[in-house]
């Protein structure tokens, strides 16, 4: 009888499932093991998740924004306004869709025109969404360079994540 042993020699074809995501109500399973010959069996990733959780960081920026409710009018001296709460409810719900995709917010602030900044940074790559009361933007950036910005209504949220991934 023979036995299975990990050798340099052998290699295993390990069937796989390119970006399958399988969702139930409480977890959300990634697999992203290549479809490659490895060398090694136990190659691969497998990323699980509990829905409606945040990661730690995300979590932290949450946090951070829920404090901006309590800037009152002129927080900065220089005139600011106070941060309506559609726009802190609107900043979270956006750090749930980008947490889902497991990108973490780089930054968050408030600004003086009602405004929250979100930014996304991955490697030379950076996107901004500017969200005010009655509209969202975005800007985006490559390295030092600006290469678009617009309405946020006018494009998939979730091409952004794809772009800054």
């Known amino acids: 009888m023979s036995s299975l ?3 340099p020699a ?4 390990v069937p796989s499932m390119r970006a399958f995501e399988r969702e139930t109500q409480t977890v959300k399973l990634i697999d992203d093991t290549h479809c490659e010959e490895l060398p090694k069996i136990y190659q691969g990733s497998i990323l699980i998740k509990e829905l409606g959780v945040l990661g730690d960081e995300n979590k932290s ?8 409710e309590f800037l009152e009018d002129n927080w900065d001296v220089e005139g ?5 709460y559609n726009v802190i409810q609107r900043a979270i719900d956006l750090i749930n869709i980008i947490d889902e995709n497991n990108i973490n917010v780089y930054l968050a602030s408030p600004g ?3 405004e929250i900044l979100l930014m996304l940074k991955n490697n030379n790559r950076e996107v901004e969404f500017i969200l005010y009361p009655s509209k969202e933007k975005y800007v985006k950036f490559e390295g030092a360079n600006f290469i678009e910005q617009g309405s946020l209504e006018s494009k998939e949220f979730n091409s952004f994540l794809d772009w800054i991934s």
């Not at 052998?10 to 074809?13: A, G, K």
């Not at 920026?61 to 901006?68: E, H, L, P, T, Y």
């Open 80 to 84: 600011a306004r106070k941060i309506p």
């Open 5 to 7: 042993s990990s050798s």
């Open 10 to 13: 052998l290699s295993f074809r």
């Open 61 to 68: 920026i949450v946090d951070q924004i829920k404090s901006f």
């Open 112 to 114: 003086p025109n009602q």
